[in-house]
């Protein structure tokens, strides 16, 4: 299957990031939100990455603009009708892409990839709102993407075997490394990861130490480059909740339950770095 064309469905920082990635591996981009000035947010990000990367001698102004220019800004959908592979990273929420997905089955031509970056909910339901639901799958990049090298690939019950050989092509070419894994809430890395976020809150709820300590434990301790609850902040709380309901639903096991001092924060819009307040503030 040649894969020419990417779209990216969400401009926020992830999509935003595989957007870059994608342009920089050389693949014709459309960056594609709801709005002009979310493309422009997610467009000036990408340009400020790729400045970084010229002023460290990583590439040349000339690599940067060749990288630039293959990213067409889009606010419609129908520019799917163009593309070989879509990759959605818009809001978790399984309403949204189930709308999403089935739009994309009517637009992108009959041998696009339909992929979601999705960080917990199920693929085979996301496949389920298509007519294609073998060329179905999950593509799910870390943050900052630029930086992180794993994308875990998710088969949905139906991925085709080729469809899979695809996708982990093309993540080779994205200078990434594929981790292939199956269909169950969280995959492997959020059913890791976030009882291990949420353990850290209910450790700042329960009072067993102040929110640095347990940040520095786990830094010093553990070597993490960074403590849960920053982690938890530039994750974005929202998100998080979302993957412990996700997990919590998914499996029906209370030791997913989501942290009420999670939940409270995320009601007070105390949402992490980009609402400017979470466990930390930022300017
Ligand atoms: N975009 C692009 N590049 C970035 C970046 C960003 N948002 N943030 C940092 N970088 C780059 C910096 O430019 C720097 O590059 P140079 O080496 O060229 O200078 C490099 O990353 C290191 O940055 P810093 O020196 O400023 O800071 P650091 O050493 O603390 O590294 C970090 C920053 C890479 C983010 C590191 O703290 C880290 O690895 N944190 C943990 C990240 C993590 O766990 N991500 C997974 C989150 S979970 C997820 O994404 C899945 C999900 O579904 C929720």
Redesign the pocket.
């Known amino acids: 299957m040649g894969v020419k064309t990417i779209m990216v469905i969400g401009a926020g920082?992830?999509g935003a990031?595989i957007a870059q990635v994608c342009a920089q591996a050389g693949y014709e981009v459309f960056l594609n939100d709801l709005k002009p000035e979310f493309v422009e947010r997610g467009l000036s990000g990408i340009k400020k990455?790729l400045n970084?990367?010229v002023e460290?001698g990583?590439m040349t102004a000339a690599q940067m603009e060749a990288a630039v220019s293959r990213i067409a800004a889009s606010t419609d959908l129908q520019d799917a009708g163009k593309a070989d592979l879509v990759i959605e990273a818009a809001v978790e929420n399984m309403d949204i892409k189930a709308k999403i997905f089935a739009q994309l089955d009517e637009i992108a031509p009959e041998h696009a990839i339909l992929a979601s970056n999705t960080?917990?909910l199920p693929i085979t339901e996301i496949a389920a709102a298509t007519k294609r639901p073998e060329k179905v799958i999950g593509m799910?990049?870390?943050?900052?993407?630029?930086?992180?090298k794993l994308v875990e690939i998710i088969r949905g019950l139906a991925t085709a075997e080729e469809v899979y050989q695809t996708i982990e092509e093309i993540t080779k070419t994205l200078d990434k490394v594929p981790v292939e894994v199956n269909d169950f809430p969280g995959f492997v890395?959020?059913r890791i990861?976030?009882p291990m976020i949420n353990e850290a809150i209910y450790t700042l709820y329960e009072g067993v130490a102040e929110k640095e300590a347990i940040d520095e434990v786990m830094k010093l301790g553990m070597n993490?480059?960074?403590g849960p609850l920053t982690?938890a902040d530039?994750?974005g709380l929202d998100?998080?909740l979302y993957?412990m309901e996700t997990l919590h639903e998914g499996f029906g096991d209370d030791k997913y339950r989501p942290c009420p001092l999670l939940r409270k924060y995320v009601k007070a819009g105390w949402l992490g770095k980009k609402s400017g307040r979470g466990f930390y503030t930022y300017e």
């Open positions: 920082q992830m990031g990455n970084r990367n460290k990583r960080s917990s799910h990049f870390m943050n900052p993407v630029p930086v992180m890395s959020n990861l976030m993490h480059p960074m982690l530039f994750i998100t998080c993957i």
